[in-house]
């Protein structure tokens, strides 16, 4: 708005930016930055990942002035929050019903992500800054959970932290120094704390040089082929401000509903019974968003050893672990697996079934999560652990190789000029195909 | 979405136009708004909370303080001096009301009555209460005097060591770099001897 | 909304996912033992997106809370101020306070000491610590009742059940793989349960003249443990309620400006 050149103060304006072109710099990377004309609704989670971010910065600040460091107070000051802090509940219930919805938007970003083969040149170092803000929020996610310290936050951290003891050698040394004590304790609970409050504002520095990458090429988009010329594209303000707007309504519109009339769903109940270091939960599960590498973790549940001579080289309990950071790992790959040179999933028709099937994999890997470590589910989890690995390291690439893809369009405009019809009838008709 | 622009002559236009800025106003408008509703939370969020409300008000019972002794206690994170004065000092703080004092106040304006239709009121006239936030009002600093043996200033009150100002026996300015008399508390009596301040 | 194309079932399967392991993360909990019945589930005023509380009911349980709980159960987290949020009137409120007696101090003399207790006090627990509070039950410890309509997934409805729920002999399926120690109880859905039997009929005299039935004192106080677990749940409905209609009809018109400025593409 400052930018616009007419506007009164524009020679306030124009010192400033001749000083510092701050000015002209966000003119040019919101409101002339060239967009693709096609993008879907699909393309809205970015932009709403960061609002959340924002959310959850605004609401963890405040919260953090209320809250208490310390074992002996922890779950008294969150509960204080709660019922004495003027509009602590609002606060508190949005920044914990935000983790689960920040997940949920950055989810369905990556999927989107997956489908339309965002990941592929030029876009890997965007796509690799992707993977590191994924692991960035879960490290702060998972200490964020410890802080209320109710039984799951104690508990969940004894668990996690005790996978860093299949190290080996020095497994149980690095174990007590996260913890700086023999178990879960004070100085665990503060130091959790000071990070949590700090990976947050990492996670910033890393959207913007996400963003840096994502301005360099530009938005990838539905069908997957780069802009011919200045027809394909749009400027990015108005026309993706006010859909993004739009869509950040449709988000609030459900987020307000789960933070006003389900506070707790997505949250487990044995938090609300303070940390006790002598009983432990009788079924420890982390939050929903990290069931599925839960789920590969407990996967693993043999020793691997060199064939007929019983010399183990890799426990079950480092295999497991190898096998959850594996996991992410592979998403960091992933521009080297897919080799295809075709990006968007629509005119890949083989690769479309196989990401379906992916998709529902994660998802059963995530229920397999949610249940107790025994018969059937573990099983079932190494089935779908097992799939996942495949998907990655021998679907992908052979597809690459095998498969037909469809013709792709001329240009991201043809559709619209042939069909005639309207920009969303260009995005739809592809798809009729599907 | 394409119909409404087939005409595509000037008149369509200008009349969607007005519907639109009127689209964009209310757009606007309620993003505006929405945004302050948002916003409030946090800022209240800062204020005191209940708890802390809870304790903004402190019922003292003066029934076991003597005449002479003061006690002490805490109200809002400050303390409160209670001084169970005599006629003498009563007398010493009236006689010296006058305009000259650097915050001139009279005594009889600092002291909070017990209602006139209570028993007490009539049955204690050699003696009464002063109620002051034992705070100096020039730099903060907790003026001595409460307890027996501490310097009480030339003035038999109190006296803050930190930049020498003296208080009368009403809590008043009467030495020093000191602006303000002693602040005197919103308080009342509940019964004859049990006050609510705050 | 055509443009909302091939990861709709994404979107919708990670919905689903969301849903089914929320459900299922904390289940699996009840009857487990065999024999055992599922835990009711009550209507309760506060239920749904309107739902208030029952101030009447909410004081009856107070009483019950009381007179009956109080005993062996602390409630923490909560000052006697906060009664006055379910209707008792600030006079009431510090009678009921000047009613107990906490411990304050250190004195002059370096001695703690008991007083009354004042609005802004929390409630007395009934023992000084957790070990105490074993030491005097037999080993098991009351827990806190703050949260208790919180701490499980059954809500009001698991303290509804365990106080209704006693019965004298144990049925047969359940007494073939369990037993109950000295000093324990059969509670037809809980198994063996430490805590005796704490509610008879016309246990207490309600102060408004409820007849005080095992189920009205079960159903006021777990009412009322409710509220003291989630004191701001009506506050919460509400601004949300507020918050999505503005949100609604924001959303429309942001949709509507969005096909207005789209509609210049073309």
């Known amino acids: 708005m400052a930018s616009n050149g007419t506007a009164p103060g524009s020679k306030l304006v124009k010192w400033i930016d001749h000083r510092l072109p701050i000015f002209t710099f966000m003119r040019h990377e919101t409101h002339e930055y060239p967009t693709p004309r096609n993008l879907s609704y699909w393309w809205n989670f970015g932009s709403l990942a960061g609002i959340v971010l924002v959310i959850m910065i605004a609401t963890g600040l405040v919260l953090a002035m209320q809250y208490a460091p310390h074992k002996d107070l922890a779950f008294d000051s969150v509960e204080r929050i709660m019922r004495d802090v003027n509009g602590g509940w609002l606060l508190r219930y949005i920044h914990m019903n935000g983790a689960s919805f920040f997940f949920i938007v950055v989810y369905i970003h990556i999927f989107r992500g997956l489908y339309y083969g965002s990941y592929k040149p030029p876009r890997e170092i965007l796509w690799l800054l992707g993977v590191l803000i994924l692991l960035l929020m879960m490290g702060t996610a998972f200490m964020g959970y410890v802080l209320p310290w109710g039984q799951m936050s104690l508990w969940g951290a004894t668990v996690i932290t005790n996978l860093f003891s299949a190290i080996p050698l020095v497994g149980e040394s690095i174990v007590e120094w996260l913890w700086g004590g023999f178990s879960v304790d004070n100085p665990t609970l503060n130091r959790f704390f000071v990070f949590h409050f700090l990976l947050p504002f990492v996670i910033v520095a890393v959207v913007f040089l996400h963003l840096w990458a994502l301005h360099r090429f530009g938005s990838n988009n539905p069908l997957g082929i780069d802009a011919k010329g200045p027809q394909d594209k749009i400027p990015f303000h108005p026309y993706y401000t006010v859909k993004d707007a739009f869509g950040l309504g449709v988000f609030l519109i459900v987020f307000a509903a789960v933070v006003s009339f389900a506070p707790n769903f997505m949250g487990h109940p044995d938090n609300y019974i303070p940390a006790n270091p002598l009983v432990t939960p009788p079924h420890i599960v982390p939050e929903w968003y990290f069931l599925p590498f839960y789920a590969m973790l407990r996967a693993v549940d043999f020793d691997i050893a060199i064939p007929f001579t019983g010399i183990v080289i890799i426990e079950a309990k480092l295999g497991g672990v190898l096998v959850m950071f594996g996991s992410i790992a592979l998403l960091a790959l992933l521009p080297w697996l897919d080799r295809s040179p075709v990006r968007s999933g629509r005119f890949r028709p083989v690769f479309k079934w196989f990401f379906w099937v992916f998709a529902l994999d994660c998802v059963i890997l995530g229920y397999c999560g949610s249940q107790p470590a025994e018969g059937g589910w573990i099983v079932a989890a190494q089935i779908a652990t097992l799939w996942y690995f495949l998907h990655f390291l021998a679907i992908l690439p052979l597809l690459s190789i095998l498969e037909r893809p469809k013709p792709l369009p001329a240009s991201i405009g043809e559709p619209v000029l042939k069909g005639g019809g309207t920009l969303a009838g260009a995005a739809a008709k592809p798809m009729e195909k599907a | 979405m394409s119909k409404a622009l087939q005409g595509g002559g000037q008149p369509v236009e200008e009349q969607g136009g007005t519907r639109r800025d009127f689209l964009y106003l209310t757009a606007g408008a309620m993003g505006a708004i929405g945004t302050a509703a948002v916003v409030w939370p946090f800022i209240d969020s800062l204020n005191p909370a209940q708890d802390a409300v809870a304790l903004a008000s402190v019922e003292v019972d003066l029934s076991p303080v003597e005449v002479n002794q003061a006690i002490t206690v805490m109200w809002r994170g400050k303390p409160i001096f209670i001084r169970h004065r005599d006629r003498a000092e009563i007398e010493a703080a009236e006689a010296a009301d006058n305009d000259s004092m650097p915050d001139p106040e009279p005594d009889r304006q600092r002291i909070v009555q017990p209602p006139p239709n209570t028993p007490v009121a009539a049955a204690t006239p050699d003696s009464d209460f002063l109620v002051v936030v034992g705070v100096c009002t020039h730099l903060g600093c907790i003026p001595l005097g409460q307890k027996p043996g501490q310097p009480r200033g030339d003035y038999g009150g109190w006296f803050c060591p930190c930049h020498g100002s003296h208080y009368d026996t009403s809590g008043r300015i009467r030495k020093g770099p000191a602006p303000k008399n002693l602040a005197v508390p919103p308080y009342n009596y509940l019964e004859e001897k049990q006050i609510l301040i705050g | ?266």
């Not at chain 3, 009856?60 to 109080?70: I, K, L, M």
């Not at chain 3, 802004?120 to 005097?136: C, G, L, T």
Request: net charge negative; glycine share 8%.
């Open chain 3, 1 to 266: 909304m055509r443009a909302l194309s091939p990861l709709r079932g994404l979107l919708m399967a990670a919905g689903l996912s969301a849903l089914a392991t929320g459900a299922f993360t904390t289940g699996a909990l009840a009857a487990e033992q065999p024999g055992l019945e599922h835990y009711p589930s009550l209507d309760w005023h506060f239920e749904g997106i309107f739902g208030t509380y029952e101030r009447a009911s909410l004081q009856r349980g107070f009483q019950v809370y009381n007179e009956v709980c109080a005993a062996c159960h602390g409630l923490d987290l909560l000052a006697y101020r906060n009664l006055e949020a379910i209707g008792f009137s600030p006079e009431e409120v510090k009678a009921i306070a000047a009613g107990h007696r906490v411990e304050d101090g250190p004195d002059d003399a370096g001695d703690m000491f008991e007083r009354p207790a004042t609005p802004a006090d929390r409630f007395r627990s009934p023992f000084a610590n957790a070990k105490q509070a074993a030491a005097a039950n037999g080993g098991a410890a009351p827990p806190d009742l703050s949260l208790v309509a919180k701490r499980t997934e059954y809500g009001p409805d698991y303290t509804y059940a365990l106080l209704t729920g006693y019965e004298e002999t144990p049925p047969y399926a359940w007494s073939q793989e369990n037993s109950l120690l000295p000093g324990q109880y059969f509670n037809k859905y809980r198994g063996a349960i430490s805590m005796a039997p704490p509610l008879t009929e016309d246990l207490i005299e309600y102060s408004d003249g409820t007849g005080a039935t095992v189920h009205q004192m079960a159903y006021d106080v777990s009412n009322f443990l409710m509220w003291a677990a989630e004191p701001h749940m009506e506050e919460r409905k509400q601004t949300g309620i507020k918050a999505i209609l503005f949100l609604l009809v924001f959303t429309v018109i942001l949709y509507a400006v969005k096909r207005k400025i789209w509609a210049k593409l073309h």
